[in-house]
């Protein structure tokens, strides 16, 4: 197994900042078009739980575009062979002192690399 094949890695990074850059500007196209169309994708975040794309996508049209800047920090990215890869980071909330952790699986598809998994949390 190859780990962080330099090019993979650097795919999936741009991938995982386009997804930050679209998530603190509320772009919800490009949150949607991140995620997995799929019924198996799954997102947990601080206050629900989302099962499958049509849930996750109900959920970005629905969330309020106030107060998503943040900070990342401590963003670690790996890449397993060509098509699989997990990114991990904290983050922190402009104007609060609390920290939050996100995780997201990764799975280079026809259409690109999505997010088939994810998960936020608060400490």
Same mark, same amino acid.
């Given at each position: 197994m190859d780990v962080n094949i330099p090019d993979v890695l650097a795919e999936v990074t741009a991938a995982f900042m386009r997804y930050e850059e679209a998530l603190t500007s509320n772009d919800v196209a490009v949150l949607d078009e991140l995620f997995c169309n799929s019924?198996?994708?799954?997102?947990y975040g601080v206050t629900e739980n989302l099962y499958g794309y049509d849930q996750i996508k109900a959920f970005r049209a629905g969330?309020?575009? =106030?107060?998503?800047?943040? %900070?990342?920090?401590? /963003?670690?990215?790996?890449?397993?062979?060509?098509?699989? =890869?997990?990114?991990?980071? %904290?983050?922190?909330? /402009?104007?609060s002192t609390k920290t939050g952790r996100q995780s997201q699986t990764w799975l280079r598809l026809p259409e690109g690399w999505r997010v088939v998994s994810a998960h936020v949390s608060l400490l």
């Open positions: 019924p198996h994708t799954v997102r969330r309020s575009p =106030a107060g998503l800047e943040r %900070e990342i920090f401590n /963003t670690v990215i790996t890449t397993y062979g060509p098509n699989f =890869a997990v990114a991990n980071t %904290e983050f922190r909330r /402009t104007g």
